[in-house]
Antibody
Framework: EVQLVQSGAEVKKPGESLKISCKGS????????IGWVRQMPGKGLEWMGI????????RYSPSFQGQVTISADKSISTAYLQWSSLKASDTAMYYC?????????????WGQGTMVTVSS | QSALTQPASVSGSPGQSITISCTGT?????????VSWYQQHPGKAPKLMIY???NRPSGVSNRFSGSKSGNTASLTISGLQAEDEADYYC???????????FGGGTKLTVL
């Protein structure tokens, strides 16, 4: 079964760093793009960016470029989303998701989500 | 980049049909056949319902259909059922930023 399993909920303070993860299983991890989607409390979905673990080719939405870093470790089939200095406005649910082929295809496989809460 | 425009809410009675619109520009919805629709129940991850304007993934009911005319895409749900009550989001590739943009979401209420 193809699955994306995300790391658990996080509670952090403003200014702290954070790296959340998304582990793929049931398929060739290096052959598919993995993207990240933000959903702020009570709000809609926002496409953040996407990475191809095979060669680490990474694309960002202009809204998130420079705000987060997307990476992957193909040796452990895991993609990451990281912040160097969190803000209260980063409080949101973050989903990883996989398109079937091209980087801008629809996401047909989704992780369960990681809730990030940033509060002093 | 601007989100695609969806109505905030729609409603219908069981058995009826409803349509949710998703309006963009020639740089996204109107220019490419990469429009998708997702269903999201409260507290759950989104689920893909339609991809490439009108294609249904395996396992999605044929009560769900998608179409596009100009810069507006549409999701139609026929034979409404109680379990269809959820939030629905459209998305599209956008050449203006070489990324993907989502709509603001539409809350479907089954009366």
């Amino acid at each position: 079964e193809v699955q994306l399993v995300q790391s658990g909920a996080e509670v952090k303070k403003p200014g702290e760093s954070l790296k959340i993860s998304c582990k793929g299983s049931g398929y060739s991890f290096t052959s598919y793009w993995i993207g990240w989607v933000r959903q702020m409390p009570g709000k809609g979905l926002e496409w953040m960016g996407i990475i191809y673990p095979g060669d680490s080719d990474t694309r960002y939405s202009p809204s998130f470029q420079g705000q987060v870093t997307i990476s992957a470790d193909k040796s452990i089939s895991t993609a990451y989303l990281q912040w160097s200095s969190l803000k209260a406005s980063d409080t949101a649910m973050y989903y990883c998701a996989r398109p079937p082929a091209r980087p801008y295809d629809a996401f047909d496989i989704w992780g369960q989500g990681t809730m990030v809460t940033v509060s002093s | 980049q601007s989100a695609l425009t969806q109505p905030a809410s729609v409603s219908g009675s069981p058995g009826q049909s409803i349509t949710i619109s998703c309006t963009g520009t020639s740089s996204d919805v109107g220019g490419y056949n990469y429009v998708s629709w997702y269903q999201q129940h409260p507290g759950k991850a989104p689920k893909l319902m339609i991809y490439e304007v009108s294609n249904r993934p395996s396992g999605v009911s044929n009560r769900f259909s998608g179409s596009k005319s100009g810069n507006t895409a549409s999701l139609t749900i026929s034979g409404l059922q109680a379990e269809d009550e959820a939030d629905y989001y459209c998305s599209s590739y956008t050449s203006s930023s070489t990324s993907v943009v989502f709509g603001g979401g539409t809350k479907l209420t089954v009366l």
